[in-house]
């Protein structure tokens, strides 16, 4: 059983800043893949970023490709989404889920999901 609780949304200008910050329960959190999705009202749940428990594989959306950076510290059970240079279409619900198994960038690959931060960029 793994518990997921994300933090660090809020409101930001374009070209800013943000960093999102999942804390994970759980004794097996450094064996799992960590991803991280989005959601808009009116749209599926959309990948963003994803990482193996090595930290080695990273794997990012095209459309967040050298300005989202996804990384792990399993000491502290925690994984981030570190969001720079925002535009407004990164405006979204995010969410943190975690994997028991293969590494996968879509939401069928996960089994455990936060309840969610918004993140809203102001134009």
């Known amino acids: 059983q793994v518990q997921l609780v994300e933090s660090g949304g809020g409101l930001v200008q374009a070209g800013g800043s943000l960093r999102l910050s999942c804390v994970a329960s759980?004794?097996?959190?450094?064996?799992?893949?960590m991803g991280w999705f989005r959601q808009t009202p009116g749209k599926e749940r959309e990948f963003v970023a994803c990482i193996s428990w090595s930290t080695s594989n990273t794997y990012y959306a095209d459309s967040v490709k050298g300005r989202f950076t996804i990384s792990r510290d399993n000491a502290k059970n925690t994984v981030y989404l570190q969001m720079n240079s925002l535009k407004p279409e990164d405006t979204a619900v995010y969410y943190c889920a975690a994997s028991s198994w293969v590494v996968s960038t879509t939401p069928q690959g996960y089994n455990y999901w936060g309840q969610g931060t918004q993140v809203t960029v102001a134009s």
């Open positions: 759980g004794r097996t959190f450094s064996t799992y893949t």
